[in-house]
């Protein structure tokens, strides 16, 4: 049996008030690699550990600018990776190659914590988000109080640290004063519509292989961390008998454990420590568990912080970072929050934004110089709101976005665009539009006669996942996917002149199975003149969920349905000469879990049915790719 974590838990936990001794660690400049130092030399408090409401104590850095005042604003982290990530002590000195020093020697006081039963925290993890909402609260809460806090707070971080800003916002403490939430779209739950919670669903999916890794590694309830109840000092003496990530965990060879069924067994399978994947994968989109004990939104919150949300369209939450700036601005209580709230969408993968360069490469595609100087602009963002330094900032548009194709940075007041021309694509074929090499075409012209295109989805053969906002990510070649008889393949005639898609698209189909239950997958592609084929954004839909996520609706065998798919946002410039081309097949694995096609819960499903899978195009069924398409000046 393998070997699981040591754990070391202790569940009576004594609330003990800290205050933190600035004493523990002298910090030279760190090397910040590129960023520049600011005028301030950084000391450490290390491992004080921060009371919440309940009596259980987080395990929280403080990072403090020696000689810059005595009232500071703070910045504050926090995420389930260990704190000290990314820093070598030794002796009195320390060195780091993360934010908590550069933000620090420019005047900040910065709190780095572990969240909830996390390595130096006390208590038990509850993924994907748990306490992270109050636990946020009562931190900022805690700094607000002490004798070196201005009381003005602001957060910051990308992916999880992103998201523990989400959870909090609506709880509106009056001391959080600003946000930068990056790739942070999973929290909006319910309130988009779509129920794509912590971006883990999409189109009523499960994602698959990068879920299954995350919740068998960083998801784990338990950590080898100090027991309940010591002192700060107590935690401080012992952490060097004892590494925070030495955690013992089981080889997992994912290659073979994404094909393992039933889904909801497979942790067990893996021999991964305790975590909350069985709950993940058997709650019903509508169950209270979402909203009551992780935190997601269900569209009844309010917000009072100025925002500034960043995602990329390579992320997996992309739309929901988009979705989530309006809803702070449409549901803010102050015309102070409702008129700060900013957009920035980059050309990257997840949290790749500042490791562009003049050449950036997203996948195996040149995305030209898409660089920005974030160090200035996240410090500019935090010296206003928190220090009140007049710099312009939010002179800024309300939203950025880079244009892939043409390689620029654009800007707006509003997201989606006004000046939007929504395009419809008519699928259109002979009957045989399987593969690239079939008589599949998409033109703007409605279709005139009855045809239809088939295709065998069989769960023991799904389409490889190629390219994306998941596990092998980015713009990549469509070669391999696009050589099978089971992916649809729908294409323009070369462009006479370029169009520029920007914003939500959509696929409509019209379809039977011969299923009780399906999905179907949909994948936009820019086809290069030498006939390279770069996907762009995707989406998926299961089909038992076309009439909203919250009911399931079997299929009839023969009867054709339409349905609408999600496929997310973009901005991409296919150039003259170029094609657009749209996929269209029934998997997309392991980026998505396989649909067995027997209609039952298919998590707890070891058996499947091959499905016969037909799309129609005709006057009566006008399938069709919904483009938003942004007028060329003239």
């Not at 995420?79 to 993360?98: C, I, L, M």
């Not at 209270?288 to 309010?302: A, C, L, P, V």
Request: charged share 25%; net charge negative.
């Amino acid at each position: 049996m393998r070997q699981l974590f040591a754990v070391i838990l202790n569940l009576s936990l004594v609330f003990l008030p800290v205050v933190p001794s600035l004493g523990h660690a002298q910090a030279e400049h760190a090397e910040l690699e590129g960023k520049a130092r600011g005028p301030f030399e950084v000391r450490l408090a290390e491992s004080v550990m921060v009371p919440m409401r309940d009596g259980t104590r987080l395990s929280t850095d403080l990072y403090f600018p020696v000689g810059a005042g005595d009232k500071l604003p703070t910045i504050l982290f926090r995420d389930p990776y260990n704190k000290n990530r990314g820093r070598e002590t030794s002796g009195e000195s320390v060195r780091s190659t993360e934010d908590t020093y550069f933000y620090a020697s420019h005047g900040f006081v910065v709190a780095k914590q572990d969240s909830r039963g996390k390595h130096e925290s006390e208590g038990i993890y509850s993924p994907p988000h748990g306490h992270e909402a109050t636990d946020g609260y009562d931190t900022v809460d805690w700094i607000a109080k002490q004798s070196w806090s201005n009381s003005q707070v602001g957060t910051g971080g990308c992916s999880y640290p992103g998201e523990t800003q989400m959870l909090q916002a609506p709880l509106m403490n009056p001391h959080l004063t600003a946000m930068i939430p990056q790739a942070a779209g999973g929290p909006v739950g319910a309130a988009s519509g779509k129920y794509n919670y912590w971006a883990g669903f999409r189109g009523g999916v499960l994602d698959h292989r990068a879920g299954m890794t995350w919740y068998a590694s960083a998801g784990i309830k338990y950590s080898l961390k100090p027991p309940a109840g010591l002192s700060d000092e107590e935690v401080r003496s012992i952490r060097k008998f004892y590494n925070p990530d030495a955690s013992d965990l089981p080889d997992m060879d994912w290659d073979e454990l994404i094909w393992h069924l039933p889904l909801v067994d497979v942790m067990n399978e893996a021999g991964a420590p305790p975590n909350d994947w069985h709950k993940l994968v058997t709650a019903d989109f509508g169950d209270d568990w979402w909203h009551d004990e992780m935190g997601f939104y269900d569209g009844s919150e309010n917000f009072d912080v100025p925002a500034l949300h960043i995602s990329s369209f390579y992320d997996l939450s992309v739309d929901d970072t988009a979705f989530a700036f309006n809803y702070f601005r449409d549901r803010s209580i102050s015309q102070r929050s409702a008129d700060n709230q900013f957009l920035i969408l980059a050309p990257s993968e997840h949290c790749a934004w500042t490791e562009a360069t003049e050449a950036t490469v997203v996948g195996e595609l040149g995305m030209g110089d898409s660089r920005k100087d974030w160090n200035k602009l996240y410090l500019d963002w935090y010296e206003y709101w928190l220090m009140g330094r007049e710099n312009g900032i939010t002179s800024m548009p309300k939203v950025q976005y880079y244009v892939m194709g043409s390689n620029e940075w654009r800007s707006s007041d509003v997201w989606p665009l006004d000046d939007i021309r929504y395009t419809k694509y008519f699928l259109h074929s002979d009957g045989d539009a399987n593969s690239r090499d079939g008589d599949g075409h998409l033109y703007t012209r409605a279709p005139e006669s009855n045809r239809s295109d088939s295709f065998i989805y069989d769960p023991a053969d799904p389409v490889p996942s190629v390219g994306g906002a998941r596990w092998l990510g980015g713009a990549r070649d469509q070669a391999t996917v696009e050589s099978r008889d089971d992916v649809l393949v729908y294409t323009t005639p070369p462009l006479d002149e370029g169009v520029e898609v920007t914003g939500p698209i959509s696929l409509v189909l019209h379809v039977s199975s011969s299923a009780k239950d399906t999905d179907i997958t949909a994948k936009l592609v820019d086809v290069h003149p030498d006939g390279r084929a770069y996907n762009i954004q995707d989406g998926i839909l299961r089909l038992r969920y076309r009439d909203g996520f919250t009911q399931r609706v079997w299929m009839q065998e023969g009867e054709i349905y339409e349905v609408s798919i999600d496929m997310s946002i973009t901005s991409q410039y296919f150039a003259k000469g170029h094609r657009i081309r749209l996929q269209v097949s029934s998997s997309n694995f392991p980026n998505y879990e396989r649909n067995l096609n027997t209609g039952g819960n298919n998590y707890d499903e070891t058996s499947w049915v091959v499905a016969e899978n037909t799309i129609y195009h005709s006057p009566e069924n006008p399938s069709h790719l919904l483009l938003p398409v942004i007028p060329t000046a003239e």
